[in-house]
């Protein structure tokens, strides 16, 4: 993560983690695919590391405690200037608070949601760390999209909750189902992807993160040699080439070539 200084403006996506059952495997397997190195991170959680790439902090990963099956999934953080109150607001507009808010160390303080279709996410307010910003780094997120039945009934929860702006996106950019384009303070910062019956039932609404890497082709054939699974592409797209894959325990992810880093544009508001 980075300073206290670089305050996100609230409703940015500003960090990603994964809770994972074997946390040194996930550590081996990322390592591998995308050279990250890890230390140890706050353990309000548990057992939890955070990942580096070269001088920055990109990723949290942790492990979930003996016992438990919650599903193995990226879940982004999305910055808010007061965790209670937010956590207040997603009450009120029909979504869930499984976890906190909580302190997490000196770090911050952060709590688990879920918006009214079930998608899961984060809530992070930052104290001495502020979250990582997503630039188009090679080996770092990118991108969060959320997949979900119907893109008009979760967008005003978003709205509502964060300030996020969604606008729908009409044109052959949007692919497969209706997009909507989220935006904090006129910049885009992730979409919503409303796939009506299309949507993976063992799956259901849920947030996926895409992560930057020099050749698509090349990280998908990578991550199949470490015991992952390429679910669909690669294939090519306005923003870059991309492909849609899983890591050794299931958890889904993308990786995409960027055309051009910019669209990376969740930079932290100085």
Known sequence: ?????DRFTPGTPCWVSLMVHDLAA???????????????????LGPYVQA????????????????RSLPVAWLPYLASDDADVTCALVRDCGGTVGVGPLD??????????????????????????????????????VWNEL?????????????????????????????????????VAGRPIGGIRGLGRSLPRDLGPHWRTYFAVADADTAAGRVQELGGH?????????YGRLVHVTDTEGAHFSLIDMLDPRDAVTRPVR
């Open 52 to 67: 580096r790439f070269g001088d920055r902090q990109v990723a949290g990963l942790g492990e979930m405690p003996e016992g």
């Open 104 to 141: 997490s160390g000196q770090d911050g303080r952060m709590a688990l949601a879920a918006d009214p279709s079930g998608a899961a996410f984060g809530v992070w307010q930052a104290g001495e760390h502020a979250g990582a910003p997503f630039d188009g780094s090679l080996g770092t997120p």
């Open 1 to 5: 993560m980075t300073e206290e200084a």
């Open 26 to 44: 996930s550590e081996k397997f990322y390592h591998e695919l995308f050279g990250w190195e890890f230390e140890e991170g706050p353990a309000a």
């Open 230 to 238: 390429v679910v669909h592409g690669p294939r090519d797209s306005p």
């Open 147 to 183: 997949l979900t039945q119907d893109g008009s009934a979760v967008s005003p929860f978003y709205a509502r909750v964060f300030g996020l702006r969604a606008e729908a996106l009409d044109s052959p950019e949007a692919g497969e189902g209706d997009y909507r384009t989220l935006s």
